[in-house]
């Protein structure tokens, strides 16, 4: 098993910056890709960044592009989300999830472990 524990959410102000970290522990050999996920209220979860292994291949959502940068420190088995320029809506709970996948992937269910999730909250 593989656990993960988020952190670094909170309220800011729109424009504003904000850097969510995701620990891995457990069997965290079996991990290669990493992924941030987000829900905002009554609406499904949304891919938003992931990255791979090595940390060379990364992918974004259009709707964070240029705003976002996800990382990772394998040393320290944690994955990093930069979210700068937020907005409001990115107003969401923001979820760090890990996959078996080499191939960085955007699909939701190839991600088998979860973390709590983190609220990130943007006001306008």
């Known amino acids: 098993q593989v656990q993960l524990v988020e952190s670094g959410g909170g309220l800011v102000q729109a424009g504003g910056s904000l850097r969510l970290s995701c620990a891995a522990s457990?069997?965290?050999?079996?991990?290669?890709?990493m992924g941030w996920f987000r829900q905002a209220p009554g609406k499904d979860h949304e891919f938003v960044a992931a990255?791979?292994?090595?940390?060379?291949?990364?992918r974004y959502a259009d709707s964070v592009k240029g705003r976002f940068a996800i990382s990772r420190d394998n040393a320290k088995n944690t994955v990093y989300l930069q979210m700068n320029s937020l907005k409001p809506e990115d107003t969401a709970v923001y979820y760090c999830?890990?996959?078996?996948?080499?191939?960085?992937?955007?699909?939701?269910?190839?991600?088998?472990?979860w973390g709590q999730g983190t609220q990130v909250t943007v006001s306008s």
């Open positions: 999830a890990a996959s078996r996948s080499v191939v960085v992937t955007t699909t939701l269910g190839l991600y088998a472990y």
């Open positions: 457990g069997r965290t050999f079996s991990i290669y890709t």
């Open positions: 990255i791979s292994l090595s940390g060379g291949s990364t």
